[in-house]
Structure formats: structure tokens, C-alpha cells
């Protein structure tokens, strides 16, 4: 990785604060009163080149709200001028008419395409309610791998007590629709919480991954299937056990 680029590097490992996406908004909101301070204040060859940049701006905002007028507005002939059908088209004009339903056709199939992929991945529980910031205490079930070992006490920021540790999952096939106590590999995503993916954290709706191998599962190249993800379907502290569907 470049040497400029350690943000990036960081959030990449760590993620990002809790309050980052708010911090951005505010910082967009403020920026728009110092361009105004700007404008009245700046004297000279800084005010100069302050409007040729507020110029381009203005220039580039107003070229792209036309492009989006342009677009709502239908169409049909692609773009083909207006001649009536008594008069013939020269031989270069012949294939325009065309061209917009041919755009469209293609840009539907990529769009059905992509909506195929998708579905093979969807998960039962597409939405998930967040949780506030007051509720963020490791009292919830997690998963700890079995190489797990403690920090020193004056260095651990989080503890995650044993009595709420999962090892296994009971997990439902939904085409052999039979269920199964299988092994937990580790966390996937935590869509509540990024801090709870890193720390593992079992809630509703936690994709995990989970040892397969004992279905008998095989590749089309005739290899055992070793993992798969399943989506945590209950709520593990309520009900004091784990509760998936295996995305298939």
C-alpha cells in the first residue's frame, strides 16, 4: 500500500468511528458558510481566482441539472430527427431509430442480470435494526475462536465473559429442509455494529460462517465443502441458544 494511503489502511483494519458519517455531514455544512466568508472577504488576485473557481462550479452544476432534464424527457425516436413518412432517410440515419430501444434493451438485461446474482446470495433477514450507542456493552453472546488468549487487564478494552461464549449453531437447510448442530468458524459480518464483527458478537441477523463438512457437501470438482455462511435467525440471549439458515 502507498505510503500516503495509512487512513485508508487504518479503517481498513480497525473501521471507522461511531460518529464518522456525522462528522463528515457537519463538515459539508460548514464548508458552504466559509465560501460565502470567502467571497466577501478575499481581496485581489485570491478573489479572482476564488470566482473562476465558483465560475466552474456554477458552469459544471448547471451542465449536469440539463443532462438530467435531458434524460426525463422521453424519447422514442432515440434521438432521430423528425421527417415525415412520405420522405426517405438517407442511407446514414437509417439504423437511429433504433439505437435508443437497443440502449435500453441492453441496459435491462444488466440490470436482470445483476438482480440474478444477487438473489443467489439473499439473506432471510434483509433489514436489521441498529442498536445505539448506550446499548454497546459486551453482554450479548459471542463467538471466541479457540486459539483466543487474553490480554493483560490494563490492556483489554473489551471482556467478553465465558458463561456467554457459543461454540455451535443449529443450522437449517432450507432445500433438505433438515437442521443441524454444526461448528462455528467465526463471525462474517455483524450488521448492527461494525466493533461487533470485529469482537464477534452474536446477535439477530449476524452472518457466520459454519463447518459444513459433515453434510457431505461436494464441489462440482468433487472437493468437500469445508464452510458456508448461515444468518442468525433468533435472538441467542433471549432464547440461550444460536438459531441460523444456511444461505444457499
Not at 32 to 55: E, F, P, V
Not at 87 to 108: F, V
Request: charged share 30%; glycine share 8%; proline share 6%.
Amino acid at each position: 500500500m502507498p505510503q500516503n494511503e495509512y487512513i485508508e489502511k487504518f479503517q481498513k483494519e480497525h473501521g471507522k468511528r461511531l460518529d464518522h458519517d456525522e462528522r463528515i455531514r457537519k463538515r459539508t455544512a460548514r464548508l458552504t458558510h466559509a465560501n460565502s466568508k470567502d467571497s466577501q472577504n478575499l481581496r485581489g488576485l485570491r478573489a479572482k481566482i476564488h470566482q473562476r473557481t465558483r465560475h466552474t462550479q456554477k458552469i459544471q452544476m448547471k451542465k449536469t441539472i440539463k443532462a438530467h432534464e435531458e434524460k426525463t424527457v422521453k424519447n422514442p425516436g432515440g434521438g432521430a430527427p423528425d421527417v415525415t413518412k412520405g420522405e426517405p432517410l438517407p442511407q446514414y440515419l437509417l439504423d437511429r431509430n433504433n439505437k435508443g430501444n437497443d440502449a435500453k434493451a441492453l441496459s435491462s438485461a444488466i440490470k436482470n442480470r445483476r438482480k440474478e446474482g444477487a438473489a443467489k446470495f439473499s439473506v432471510p433477514l434483509p433489514k436489521v435494526k441498529g442498536i445505539s450507542e448506550e446499548e454497546i456493552m459486551i453482554t450479548k453472546p459471542t463467538f471466541v475462536g479457540p486459539d483466543f488468549t487474553r490480554r493483560p487487564v490494563k490492556y483489554e478494552r473489551f471482556i467478553r465473559p465465558m458463561g456467554l461464549r457459543y461454540k455451535k449453531a443449529s443450522v437449517s437447510h432450507p432445500e433438505l429442509k433438515v437442521t443441524v448442530q454444526l461448528p462455528i468458524l467465526g463471525v462474517k459480518k455483524n450488521p448492527q455494529n461494525p466493533m461487533y464483527t470485529q469482537l464477534g458478537v452474536l446477535t439477530k441477523g449476524t452472518i457466520v460462517e459454519v463447518n459444513v463438512s459433515e453434510l457431505g457437501q461436494v464441489t462440482a470438482g468433487g472437493k468437500v465443502v469445508w464452510g458456508r455462511w448461515a444468518q442468525i435467525t433468533n435472538t441467542p440471549e433471549n432464547d440461550g441458544c444460536v438459531n441460523a439458515v444456511l444461505l444457499v
